[in-house]
Nanobody, 120 residues
Framework: QVQLVESGGGLVQAGGSLRLSCAAS????????MGWFRQAPGKEREFVSA???????YYADSVKGRFTISRDNAKNTVYLQMNSLKPEDTAVYYC??????????????WGQGTQVSVSA
């Protein structure tokens, strides 16, 4: 099973940008559909974006036009470029393999994620 490490979070002002990375290990990454999820305090985990093994992308309405997901299979890494950040984007961001079509996370456990904090 793939092991995932998220990085790149931080504290930014509204309107700023961050680039998150998800580094994967294992031999099946290039055939895996990958997604980003986030969880804010007091809220359920929320789907953000997904990218298929051949780089088809999908976004939640809340981030469409502001976030861009990409992948580099040679580096076993998935990225999330976040622009025009809003305070409501504040959350811990996680990556996970996903089922394509309904974007259900396929992890049986979640890592520590990376914290994104956006101030007003």
């Amino acid at each position: 099973q793939v092991q995932l490490v998220e990085s790149g979070g931080g504290l930014v002002q509204a309107g700023g940008s961050l680039r998150l990375s998800c580094a994967a290990s294992g031999r099946t990454f290039s055939r895996s559909h990958m997604g980003w999820f986030r969880q804010a305090p007091g809220k359920e985990r929320e789907f953000v974006s997904a990218i298929s093994w051949n780089s088809i992308t999908y976004y939640a309405d809340s981030v469409k036009g502001r976030f861009t997901i990409s992948r580099d299979n040679a580096k076993n890494t998935v990225y999330l470029q976040m622009n025009s950040l809003k305070p409501e984007d504040t959350a811990v961001y996680y990556c996970s393999p996903v089922r394509w079509g309904d974007y259900e996370a396929l992890l049986n456990y979640w890592g520590q994620g990376t914290q994104v904090s956006v101030s007003a």
